[in-house]
């Protein structure tokens, strides 16, 4: 799904961008775990991994997590540049 089409529609902007952040925070919020459990398991952190092949699919995991993220990023890109320049257009109440 294309988020442009989403956003740029009138009178729908503040609910879309409302669903979208939340559905942004409920995809990374899992995938920084998943990223940053494979960076720890990758560093040796709590000793070292002696089966190549274990080596191999934590490599495989940091890669695709870190895929995932970009690929995310890029399509949630648009609600977070939409949102600053509708607070930008706002007037103070006096």
């Known amino acids: 799904m294309?988020?442009?089409?989403?956003?740029?529609?009138?009178g729908t902007l503040s609910a879309t961008e409302e669903f979208m952040a939340s559905i942004n925070h409920q995809l990374r919020t899992p995938l920084n775990a998943i990223i940053g459990m494979s960076e720890i398991i990758k560093g040796?952190?709590?000793g070292p991994?002696?089966?190549?092949?274990?080596?191999?699919?934590?490599?495989?995991?940091?890669?695709?997590?870190?895929?995932?993220?970009?690929l995310i990023a890029n399509e949630f890109e648009?609600?977070?540049?939409?949102?600053?320049?509708?607070n930008s257009k706002q007037v103070p109440k006096s």
Not at 2 to 10: F, R
């Open 49 to 70: 991994l002696e089966n190549s092949h274990y080596r191999d699919y934590i490599d495989d995991i940091y890669i695709s997590g870190k895929n995932i993220l970009g």
């Open 2 to 10: 294309c988020l442009d089409v989403l956003i740029g529609k009138p």
């Open 44 to 46: 040796s952190v709590f």
């Open 78 to 86: 648009g609600v977070h540049t939409s949102d600053q320049k509708d």
